[in-house]
C-alpha cells in the first residue's frame, strides 16, 4: 500500500512538471510572437477600383501615407499594402481620376472607387458649324500691313550696299491682347474651383468651426492661385486639415482678421 501511494505521487510530480513545462514554452511563444503579431497590425491593404465600373480594377494608383510620408502602389488586381497607424491619413492618385484622401479610423482592409476626372477633354464629334458673317469683314480703321517688303531696293546704285528684306511674321498688340485675355480666363477657372472647394459647406465637414471664427478661418488661409497652380491636382481635404493644426496653435489675438480702419475725409 505504502509502495502505490509512493507511485501515485510520483506520477502527480511528473504530470505537474510537464503541465509547468507546457505553460512556460507557451509562455515563450507568446511573447515571441507578440511583436510580429503588433508589427502585422500596424499596416493597412485593400482595393482600388473604377468608380464607374466597381468590378474594374486600377493599377498603379498611387496610394501616399501623408502622415509618415510611406508610399505604395497598386497592382494588376488594385491591391495595395501600406504602412499605417489610426489617426493617419492616405491619399490615392492617378492620372485621369480624382485624387481622393481617407482618414483611417481602424486597419481593416478597404476598398476605394476613385471617379474619373470629368475635367477632362473628351471626344467630340461636330456635326454642323456656323461662321459669323463679321470675320469676313475688313475693319475700315486697320491699316496695312505687309507680311515682307523691300527694303527701299529702288532707285540705288549698283554699288549702294542692299537693305535686304524686312518681315514682319505677327500682330504684336494682338498678341498681347490675346495673352492677356488668356490670363484672365485662367485665373477665373482657378477662382471659380477654390469657391467650389473652399467654402464654409467643405470646411465644416472636416473641421469644428463655426460663426465668426469660420469666416476669419476662411480669410487667414483661403489658398491663393499661385498655391493651387503649384501642386496639380490640389489637395484641398489635405490642405485645410493642415490649415486648422497651424490655426489651433495660434494665439487667440492671432485668429481674427481685424477690419481695416476708416480713413477720415480731407
Not at 505553460?23 to 511563444?29: A, G, M, P, R
Not at 460663426?211 to 491663393?224: H, K, N, T, V, W
Not at 486648422?244 to 487667440?252: G, T, V
Request: aromatic share 12%; net charge positive; charged share 25%.
Amino acid at each position: 500500500m505504502l509502495k502505490y501511494n509512493q507511485q501515485v505521487k510520483t506520477a502527480l510530480h511528473l504530470n505537474m512538471a510537464k503541465y509547468l513545462f507546457r505553460l512556460f514554452i507557451s509562455f515563450i511563444l507568446f511573447m515571441c510572437l507578440t511583436p510580429v503579431f503588433v508589427r502585422a497590425q500596424s499596416s493597412v491593404s485593400g482595393n482600388v477600383y473604377d468608380y464607374d465600373n466597381k468590378t474594374f480594377p486600377i493599377q498603379n494608383v498611387v496610394v501616399r501615407n501623408l502622415s509618415s510620408k510611406e508610399l505604395s502602389r497598386t497592382k494588376a488586381a488594385g491591391q495595395f499594402t501600406l504602412p499605417a497607424k489610426i489617426g493617419d491619413l492616405l491619399e490615392f492618385s492617378y492620372v485621369g481620376y480624382h485624387t481622393d484622401t481617407l482618414f483611417l479610423i481602424d486597419l481593416k482592409p478597404k476598398t476605394i472607387f476613385l471617379p474619373p476626372n470629368s475635367k477632362l477633354l473628351k471626344e467630340v464629334e461636330i456635326l454642323s458649324a456656323k461662321v459669323n458673317p463679321s470675320v469676313l469683314y475688313r475693319d475700315p480703321n486697320a491699316k496695312e500691313t505687309k507680311r515682307f517688303g523691300a527694303d527701299g531696293l529702288r532707285g540705288k546704285g549698283n554699288n549702294d550696299r542692299a537693305g535686304g528684306m524686312l518681315f514682319n511674321l505677327g500682330y504684336g498688340k494682338m498678341k498681347r491682347e490675346r495673352e492677356k485675355e488668356r490670363m484672365l480666363e485662367e485665373r477665373d477657372v482657378y477662382e471659380t474651383e477654390i469657391r467650389e472647394n473652399f467654402n464654409k459647406e467643405t470646411i465644416t465637414k472636416l473641421v469644428k468651426l463655426q460663426g465668426q471664427e469660420l469666416i476669419d478661418f476662411m480669410a487667414i488661409y483661403r489658398p491663393s492661385e499661385p498655391l493651387i497652380k503649384s501642386e496639380r491636382p490640389f489637395n484641398y481635404t489635405y490642405y485645410i486639415v493642415q490649415c486648422y493644426h497651424r490655426w489651433l496653435k495660434l494665439p487667440a489675438d492671432q485668429r481674427k482678421v481685424y477690419p481695416m480702419p476708416k480713413l477720415k475725409a480731407n
